[in-house]
């Protein structure tokens, strides 16, 4: 009845918040100058797939592309999850991608959601799935997520170009949030990991393995890294492999890195098959390398690492009007932006101290009070 | 028995007991005698429990009386001093409103209040402020005073008794959260019976209370003294409401909300004069209740709409609570009170200046003065005369008050509150320049004009004219202030904040600025003028202000008293003289920023100013961003090449949250490398591990002081003392690490003592916010969930208060936004006139905040019940009007039921006595807030107005209901189990959508439908070429069917939910008008006079059923000769002619005649005999009968009698048995 206003906002950056929150908020959204300036102007394929990735967990949510997709109109609709959903993620990005909103769509959803996800698992852009079952999960138990009904099994693994991948993923819903005060960020006290292989000798993966420990032995001794070499069906269409570690703390903080080397998409046919004579980075340095990663992630210090700042600050601020702190090590790009979005959005700020002595940053914020509307009351 | 009737009649001697004497005596022997023995008998075990079942049983109650008592502990978020707390005053018309808060305004203040006009909020106590409202006597004003009351005081004329409008009023408020309820019983003078009195109050007292519960408070005025209610009654009413408790609502604890005392219109004026009609800027002024305010919320205001907020300033309260210092109940001077919309405040604040208004007869000085002194402005005044004037004006309770205020003249948050002006001075730009040319005139002028209206103009022009001639305001303000007592010239002393800074201390000077020492004001005008410009120029980054502003930073450093944090910033720039406070005030913000550096590096400088006008377009975000980076120049050791080039207007980045690059690792095989995180591990010093979370809390005080900032506008740079100190030397490192030792003492000290006072404190806490306290001692031990819930929630509380208190005023409110309690001064843009035309200080203006996703329209589903009051039953779609949470809107429901499968079936009309389901469109409401439901707005209207009462359950983009539709169709041609059936379906296509569909016909034959009949069968077009008829479908059955049969479809269609709501614009209209809106059905058929339509085919008629004539079996005769016996037809029918065997004449031989004679005799015979019998036997059978049935009576008789005397038995043993028992 009544005109939509929509909130203008510019470019592709930051697009999954972006949505994510709108959708939370329920505030129209029209996004304008997407990819304007580029030879392939317009929405990029796995933007396309989130968008309808949101269309497919909402109700009555209206999405407006125009010819060139240059612009895009999205109303968000209720957001109602359910169970016997699959989704195609593409080979643009990995499943990572979209499953950093999704978790949190899916704690504001109606019915507990249970999706089927296929494309890539593991890539190097994007956080694996390991790394959220390992991670990001105990993450959300900081907030009051109950952790029984969190699920994400990986049915079969993919790396790019081809993907293949398929998990499973179970998100209960909440009702609210609980405040964290987080700031305990303890000392590292385990080391696990896990590594893949997928169409390619199982002896990588223990050369991985073993060049991790390497580093981590100096250090440590209770380190422990599975390996999970999948044959066949189970590992999808590309060869590739892979690792992601994550150091727990005592005080219950997980830190993660994960990597993985496959051959990279090409944009036309025939670049793959150019490309698939390069030679892959070798095992052992891959292992070492991420080793060397998840070192440093840890000398950053905070209670997450700087993938999951991000998603740490949205929980933050869609707590209830309690005080958050938690403590991050130094700020990535990609908190940064989430910050600004989170501002934009909900109208929450954090207070944003430095810690010199550690290196480390604290940040506090007033939730947003931000309430599951979407569950029935009964 | 003559003897005893006689006696009746005469009036018994009552019996009169012996006080002395023998009998007398021996009574009280007895009875000493009997308590005696009752001490020795007494047995302790006596009342201990016998029986295990009884024991058990008892327990279990108990423990349910327990859990019953039990309510989720809400969560109070409001941190701070409370808003006052409003009194509604509620009842029907006649009963004694007004009189009521008269009085007890008058107990408060000892003040005459003429009448009651809008909120009038006093001081109450040390602790307490409270509000009095008096409700309006229309349904929408009695449901938005519904939302804002804590407490309602409903008034009930005792003579006359309820009336419907204290019911709706519950009902109302049952609704919307039930604030706490007290009956106030008037006109109990009119009784002249005390036994009736007695009587009638007891009566009202019990329907009172099984309206709310068993011993609500229902309170009794008898009758007036003087006209008004007798002082010790109001007394106690008074007591009541001074210990009342007001437990959160979970509405209003998740909403701000602010009921508005005070409303004025700022429109530019020459807006007005131009059109009349045009869209107001209106300020509203109010205490912030609820819950924290954010600078970017929408608001709803109550019967007008929804509106984003142009600007927020906190301001300094009116009425603030008596100050700390140990004494006994508030002194008569410290009672303040403040109702601005009753002309009564005396003191009016504004964001920028402070009104002062006296009464005519108090002031005391002559006719003359007077003129001279309005006339006399331009002069100076020597400053004995001012003196004298002044104290001749000083009226002790003014006087007084003023001492006690903080009048501040900035707002208490300069930050937003500059702000926030900057932003209204950018666009009112324009217009000023035109005031300033002829200010005088207009202002006389408009003076005129709105004399019937309330002072709109005195705020505008203290608003926003900075040249103005003192004497032009004066004139103006005097002429236009409320209508009542124009002749008491209502004087308005305009104190400009520029005063305080001449003359150091503000308090003082707003004391003297009544209207007589416009001599100083006078003397100051030049400055404000500058200042003012000063600021103007400051929006317009003019270059020319550099010099002062550096002379302010100088300075800005005396600064002689300070009354709390608020007033820190106050103090500091009363210091500074008469040099430009703008730019002092700026540089001030900036240096607090100094600590929240790397928030500036995250949200840049954008932070601060895009929360503070909500009215700015939100797509300059992105703008803003870039701007501001300029703007500012952290100089801070991090440099961030990545945001920078985040920010560098690449907006198309692709979002990854990974961000590590493998190229710039180190070599972690290096042993210095790896060991520098030893610590991190549990392998390396634990110690210094801790250390590291230990740090934080000492740390991170410090750190606010370090890092710089530079002002682009003047060029200079800022940077803290701290850091030049430290360059100093070594000394200031190691007394730093000293202090930070001691420092980490004292924090485990108190965290020590915090812990140990949380767990003993935080349950009587507890108590006093939430619980009546007597309940929770004895359950503090046995309800260990509940416990801990409460804990947890203290904790969270007490960690919230802790966090925030760490923060700085300005980051404080950026975080949480104003705070509840706040005194708040909210600017709203494009405000239709109406409202500004027909406000009406009786209607209280209620402003409500809107939450998250709460603007949004769609579909809500409710579950709803008809009030049991209401006569009729509603009908799907007819208009009602619903109020949810702070919106009154009319919609058109659609009634439902869930079925077992969870089917929603549309209902045309609301069931009985059912609850139902209701869906409906309208702005969305979170889930369980109660909805109330009206149809008729009107004042006339005998019948109670409430019709049904419901709750959200759900939002539902997607409206499914369904209804049932049933498909009939006729066989227009019948193959062996197939048939064609036309009529169902209207097209082809319809087919389509159908097939497979289960049909049925009246006979019970059930079938299916398959496809759309293709030509060549059956469905020959009547006429060669033309079109085949469409949607004739080919159905399959079970069986056969007949030509004659009837098939039909049963179906489920789903019903649309009109996609109509319209909000209520009660205060856009004169009060008195009622609002008019969609009519229903049958409002409209009752006006023009139509009659309901009816559908003769929906009328039930006799049924007739012709009998079926079915036509005889036919078996050909080849068959039936084949035939065996058995199958042969046997019952030949009868013919018409007889066969020729029968027709034969029988002629029979003599002896066969008389053997037939015989026979015949002998049956005859026969028969007799047995006709006979019959009747002997029948005789015999009745006898026996009769006798059976005495018998009968006997036995059961005696039955009867056995089953007496069983029972007689029975309780007698169980008599016996419990006297053993409870023996």
């Given at each position: ?11 592709s ?8 929150l709108?959708?939370l908020k329920?505030?129209?959204?029209l ?17 396309i797939?989130?968008l309808?990735l ?6 009555d949510?209206?999405i ?7 612009k ?5 609709g ?7 959903l ?6 643009s ?10 978790i949190?769509l ?5 019915k ?19 790394t959220?079952?390992?991670t990001?999960?105990?993450l ?25 991948g ?5 998100i209960p ?8 005060m987080?700031?305990d960020?303890?000392?590292v ?12 000798s199982?002896?990588l ?5 073993y ?12 380190v422990?890294i599975a390996s ?17 570690l994550v ?14 080397v496959s051959?990279p ?10 490309e698939g ?7 052992a340095?891959?292992g070492?390398?991420l080793?060397s990663?998840l070192l440093?992630?840890i ?18 601020a869609?707590?209830?009007k309690?005080?958050s ?10 908190g940064?932006?989430?910050l ?9 700020q ?7 002595s550690t290196g ?6 007033w939730?947003?009070?931000m ?8 | 028995m ?10 018994h ?10 009998s007398?005596?021996?009574k009280?022997k ?6 005696n ?8 075990k ?11 049983r ?11 008592r ?5 969560i ?12 509604v005053?509620?009842?029907p018309?006649?009963v ?6 008269k009085?007890l ?6 003040h005459?209040?003429p009448?009651?006009?809008g909120?009038i ?8 402020r409270?509000?009095f409202v ?21 008034l ?9 409008e204290?019911?709706e ?6 609704v919307?959260?039930f ?5 106030v ?12 009195l ?5 009566r009202?007292k ?9 011993g609500a408070?229902l309170f009794?005025l ?8 007798p ?6 009413l008074?007591r009541?409401?001074s210990?009342m408790?007001?437990?959160p ?5 998740s909403?701000?909300?602010?009921l ?16 009349s009609k ?6 509203l002024?109010g ?8 600078k970017?919320?929408?608001?709803h ?8 907020l142009a ?6 309260d009116?009425?603030?609570?008596p ?5 006994k ?10 109702a ?6 005396d003191?009016?604040?504004?964001k ?12 005391q000085?002559s ?8 006339t006399?402005k ?9 003196l ?11 006087d007084?008050k ?34 300033d040319i ?5 202002y ?5 004009e ?6 709109l103009d005195?705020?505008?022009?203290s ?14 303000e ?7 007592n124009?002749?008491a ?20 000077k707003?004391?003297?600025g009544?209207?007589?020492d416009?001599s ?17 120029d400051d ?9 002062r502003?550096?002379?302010?930073n100088?300075?800005?450093?005396g600064?002689?008293f300070?009354?709390?944090?608020e ?7 009363d210091?500074?003289g ?15 920023k ?8 995250v949200y ?11 009215n ?10 870039s ?9 801070g050791q991090?440099?961030?090449?990545s945001?920078e ?7 198309n ?5 990974k ?10 095989k290096?042993?210095e490398?790896?060991?520098s995180?030893?610590d ?8 210094k591990g ?10 991170t005080?410090?750190d606010?002081?370090d ?8 060029g ?7 850091k ?9 490192k190691?007394?730093d690490d000293a202090?930070?030792?001691r ?5 485990a000290?108190r ?5 140990h ?9 507890e ?12 359950q503090a031990?046995?309800s260990?969930?509940?416990?801990k ?18 923060l700085?005023?300005?980051t404080?409110l ?7 309690g706040m005194?708040?001064r909210l600017e ?5 006139f109406?409202m500004i035309?027909y ?8 402003v ?10 769609g579909?809500?589903q ?10 009729k039953?509603?009908?799907t779609r ?6 949810i949470g ?7 429901p659609?009634?439902?039921i869930?079925?077992?499968?969870g089917?929603?079936?549309m209902?045309?009309?609301?069931p009985?006595?059912?609850h139902?389901?209701?869906m ?8 369980k807030?109660?909805v ?15 019709i ?21 169709g ?9 048939a ?7 097209s082809?296509?319809e087919?389509a959508?159908?097939?497979?569909a289960a049909?049925r ?6 079938g299916?439908v398959?496809k ?17 008829r ?10 056969r069917?007949?030509?004659?049969d009837i ?8 019903v ?21 809106g969609?009519?229903t059905?049958?409002?409209?058929r009752?006006?023009?006079?139509l ?21 005889t079996?036919?078996i ?9 016996f058995e199958s042969?037809p ?13 027709r034969r ?7 066969e005649?008389?053997v037939?004679?015989l ?10 005999k047995m ?5 002997k ?12 049935a ?5 036995l059961?008789?005696?039955?009867r ?8 038995e029975?309780d007698k043993l ?6 053993h028992?409870e023996?």
């Amino acid at each position: 009845m009544g005109k939509i206003t929509y909130k203008r906002l510019k470019g592709s950056q930051n697009m999954r918040q972006r949505l994510l929150l709108a959708t939370l908020k329920s505030t129209p959204v029209l996004i304008e100058d997407i990819h304007a300036g580029d030879t392939l102007p317009g929405l990029r394929p796995h933007e396309i797939s989130l968008l309808r990735l949101f269309e497919k967990l909402t109700d009555d949510c209206l999405i407006e592309i125009n010819e060139t997709g240059t612009k895009l109109k999205y109303k968000p609709g209720i957001i109602v999850g359910g169970s016997h959903l699959v989704h195609d993620c593409g080979f643009s990005r990995a499943i990572g991608y979209f499953l950093e909103p999704l978790i949190l769509l899916g704690l504001f959803a109606r019915k507990t959601l249970v999706i089927i996800l296929k494309g890539i698992t593991n890539d190097s852009k994007d956080p694996s799935v390991d790394t959220f079952r390992s991670t990001t999960f105990p993450l959300l138990r900081h907030f009051g997520v109950p952790s029984e009904g969190l699920k994400l099994e990986i049915k079969s693994r993919g790396v790019s170009p081809h993907g293949g991948g398929e998990v499973h993923l179970t998100i209960p819903t909440v009702q609210h949030l609980t405040a964290t005060m987080w700031t305990d960020e303890g000392m590292v006290k385990r080391i696990r990991g896990e590594a893949f292989t997928t169409r390619v000798s199982v002896q990588l993966g223990n050369e991985m393995i073993y060049a991790a420990r390497g580093i981590f032995n100096r250090l440590l001794p209770d380190v422990y890294i599975a390996s999970d070499y999948r044959k066949r069906l189970e590992a999808g269409n590309s060869p590739g492999y892979g690792i992601s570690l994550v150091a727990e703390t005592t005080s219950g903080c997980c830190i993660s890195a994960d990597t993985t080397v496959s051959y990279p998409r090409g944009d036309e046919e025939e670049d793959i098959e150019d490309e698939g004579k390069k030679e892959l980075i070798p095992a052992a340095d891959v292992g070492e390398e991420l080793a060397s990663v998840l070192l440093e992630e840890i000398e950053k210090g905070g209670v997450v690492d700087s993938t999951h700042q991000g998603l740490l600050f949205l929980l933050c601020a869609l707590c209830p009007k309690d005080v958050s702190k938690v403590r991050v090590g130094k700020l990535s790009p990609y908190g940064i932006e989430t910050l600004r979005e989170i501002r934009d959005f909900l109208d929450v700020q954090f207070v944003i101290k430095p810690d010199p002595s550690t290196g480390t940053v604290i940040l506090k914020c007033w939730g947003s009070g931000m309430k599951n509307l979407s569950r029935k009351t009964t | 028995m003559a003897m005893d009737s006689g006696a009746d009649g005469q009036s018994h001697k009552a019996h009169r007991s012996r006080h002395s004497g023998a009998s007398a005596k021996k009574k009280t022997k007895a009875k000493n005698k009997d308590q005696n023995s009752d001490q020795k008998q007494q047995n302790p075990k006596a009342f201990a429990f016998r029986s295990n079942a009884k024991a058990k049983r008892l327990q279990s109650r108990a423990v349910e009386k327990e859990q019953r008592r039990l309510h989720l502990p809400v969560i109070d978020r409001s941190y701070g001093e409370l808003p006052p707390f409003v009194v509604v005053v509620q009842g029907p018309p006649q009963v004694g409103k007004s009189l009521l808060i008269k009085t007890l305004v008058k107990h408060y203040t000892k003040h005459n209040l003429p009448d009651v006009r809008g909120p009038i909020t006093i001081v109450s106590g040390k602790q307490r402020r409270l509000q009095f409202v008096e409700c309006p006597n229309d349904i929408n004003g009695m449901i938005d005073a519904a939302k804002f009351a804590d407490l309602a005081l409903l008034l009930i004329d005792g003579s006359y008794g309820f009336e419907m409008e204290t019911f709706e009023f519950l009902n109302i408020l049952q609704v919307h959260g039930f604030p706490k309820v007290m009956g106030v019983l008037t006109h109990l003078d009119k009784f002249k019976d005390v036994k009736k009195l007695k009587k009638t109050k007891q009566r009202l007292k019990h329907r009172f209370w099984t309206e709310i519960y068993d011993g609500a408070k229902l309170f009794y005025l008898s009758g007036l003294i003087h006209g008004k209610y007798p002082k010790r009654e109001v007394h106690n009413l008074a007591r009541f409401i001074s210990v009342m408790k007001f437990p959160p609502l979970s509405w209003r604890t998740s909403h701000p909300y602010i009921l508005v005392d005070r409303f004025e219109d700022v429109t530019p004026p020459e807006r007005v004069q131009m059109n009349s009609k045009c869209d107001r800027n209106v300020t509203l002024y109010g205490y912030l209740r609820g819950c924290n305010l954010k600078k970017g919320t929408k608001i709803h205001i109550a019967g007008v709409g929804d509106f984003s907020l142009a600007g927020v300033t906190g301001l300094s309260d009116p009425c603030p609570l008596p100050s700390a210092a140990k004494k006994k109940g508030p002194r008569d001077k410290e009672k303040l009170f403040y109702a601005p919309m009753s002309g009564l405040g005396d003191l009016l604040y504004d964001k920028d200046a402070v009104y002062i208004n006296i009464n005519d007869h108090f002031v005391q000085y002559s006719k003359v003065d007077e003129m001279g002194g309005t006339t006399n402005k331009g002069n100076k005044r020597d400053v004995g005369e001012a003196l004298v004037k002044s104290l001749q004006t000083i009226k002790n309770p003014i006087d007084e008050k003023l001492e006690k205020s903080k009048i501040s003249l900035f707002s208490q948050n300069p930050n937003s509150s500059l702000e926030a002006e900057d932003h209204n001075r950018d666009s009112d730009e324009a217009p000023k320049l035109i005031r300033d040319i002829e200010p005088l005139k207009q202002y006389q002028s408009n003076g005129e004009e709105d004399e019937s209206e309330f002072d709109l103009d005195s705020s505008e022009s203290s608003d926003q004219d900075e040249g103005v001639p003192e004497c032009a305001m004066l004139k103006s303000e005097g002429r236009n202030f409320e209508e009542g007592n124009a002749d008491a010239s209502e004087r308005l002393g305009r104190v400009k904040e520029q005063v305080e800074f001449h003359n150091g201390r503000k308090r003082r000077k707003a004391i003297f600025g009544d209207g007589v020492d416009h001599s100083n004001l006078k003397s100051t005008d030049e400055e404000n003028e500058g200042d003012e410009d000063d600021d103007d120029d400051d929006d317009d980054n003019d270059e020319g202000e550099n010099d002062r502003s550096n002379e302010d930073n100088e300075s800005c450093s005396g600064s002689e008293f300070s009354d709390g944090d608020e007033e820190d910033l106050k103090s500091e720039e009363d210091g500074m003289g008469n040099i430009s406070k703008w730019r002092a005030s700026l540089v001030e913000r900036a240096s607090k920023k100094q600590n929240i550096n790397l928030m500036q590096l995250v949200y840049g400088k954008s932070a601060s100013t895009s929360n503070t006008s909500a009215n700015e377009v939100k797509d300059d975000s992105e703008n803003e961003e870039s701007d501001e980076d300029e703007f500012f120049k952290p100089k801070g050791q991090r440099a961030k090449n990545s945001i920078e080039g985040l920010d560098g207007g690449n907006i198309n980045t692709e979002d990854c949250s990974k961000s590590t690059k493998f190229s710039e690792l180190k070599n972690w095989k290096e042993e210095e490398v790896y060991e520098s995180i030893r610590d991190r591990f549990v392998t390396g010093d634990w110690s210094k591990g801790a250390l590291r979370n230990q740090m934080l809390e000492a740390k991170t005080e410090e750190d606010d002081m370090d890092g710089d900032f530079e002002d682009l506008e003047t060029g200079e740079k800022h940077e803290s003392h701290q850091k030049d100190d430290s360059s100093n030397g070594g000394i200031q490192k190691e007394d730093d690490d000293a202090i930070e030792e001691r420092r980490l003492k004292k924090l485990a000290l108190r965290a020590k003592f915090d812990a140990h006072y949380d767990g003993s404190e935080s349950p009587e806490e507890e108590t006093d916010v939430q619980n009546g306290g007597k309940f929770h001692r004895s359950q503090a031990n046995d309800s260990g969930y509940y416990d801990k819930l409460k804990e947890e929630i203290e904790l969270q509380k007490q960690i919230n208060i802790a966090e925030l208190e760490d923060l700085d005023e300005t980051t404080r409110l950026e975080i949480e936004g104003f705070r509840t309690g706040m005194y708040l001064r909210l600017e709203v843009h494009d405000v239709p006139f109406e409202m500004i035309e027909y406000f009406d200080p009786c209607h209280p203006i209620l402003v409500g905040g809107i939450g998250l996703g709460e603007e949004n329209v769609g579909y809500m589903q409710t579950r709803l019940k008809r009030h049991r009051w209401h006569k009729k039953v509603l009908k799907t779609r007819d208009p009602i009007i619903v109020s949810i949470g702070w919106r009154r809107y009319q919609t058109t429901p659609v009634y439902a039921i869930e079925d077992q499968n969870g089917r929603h079936r549309m209902l045309k009309y609301t069931p009985e006595h059912m609850h139902c389901l209701a869906m409906f469109w309208g702005p969305l409401a979170p889930p369980k807030t109660g909805v109330l439901a009206v149809q008729n707005l009107s004042n006339n209207q005998a019948a109670f107005r409430i019709i049904a009462t419901a709750y959200v359950l759900e939002f539902n983009h997607a409206a499914r209901i369904v209804k049932k539709i049933k498909l009939v169709g006729y066989p227009c041609k019948i193959f062996k189990k197939t048939a064609l059936i036309k009529d169902m379906f209207t097209s082809d296509l319809e087919v389509a959508r159908f097939e497979g569909a289960a049909i049925r016909t009246v006979s019970g034959i059930r079938g299916q439908v398959k496809k759309a009949a293709k030509e060549e069968i059956g469905n020959q077009p009547k006429k060669k070429g033309g079109q085949a008829r469409e949607g004739i479908a080919r159905c399959t059955f079970e069986d056969r069917i007949l030509m004659s049969d009837i098939v039909f479809l049963r179906a489920w269609t789903q019903v649309e939910v009109p996609q109509f709501y319209n909000p209520l614009t009660t205060s856009l209209q004169p009060r008195q008008k009622t609002w008019l809106g969609m009519k229903t059905v049958a409002e409209l058929r009752r006006e023009h006079n139509l009659s309901i339509p009816v559908n003769k085919d929906s009328f039930y008629k006799p049924v007739e059923r012709k009998a079926r004539k079915f036509n005889t079996l036919v078996i050909p005769k080849a068959l039936q000769a084949d035939l065996p016996f058995e199958s042969k037809p046997k019952n030949i029918p009868h013919r018409k002619r007889p066969l020729l065997e029968d027709r034969r004449a029988v002629v029979m031989e003599p002896h066969e005649r008389k053997v037939h004679a015989l026979v015949q005799h002998l049956q005859l015979i026969r028969n007799d005999k047995m006709k006979k019998r019959k009747l002997k036997e029948e005789q015999k059978r009745k006898e026996v009968e009769a006798q059976r049935a005495k018998d009968e009576q006997v036995l059961r008789k005696r039955r009867r009698e056995e089953r007496q005397e069983r029972y007689r038995e029975q309780d007698k043993l169980k008599k016996k048995i419990r006297r053993h028992v409870e023996a």
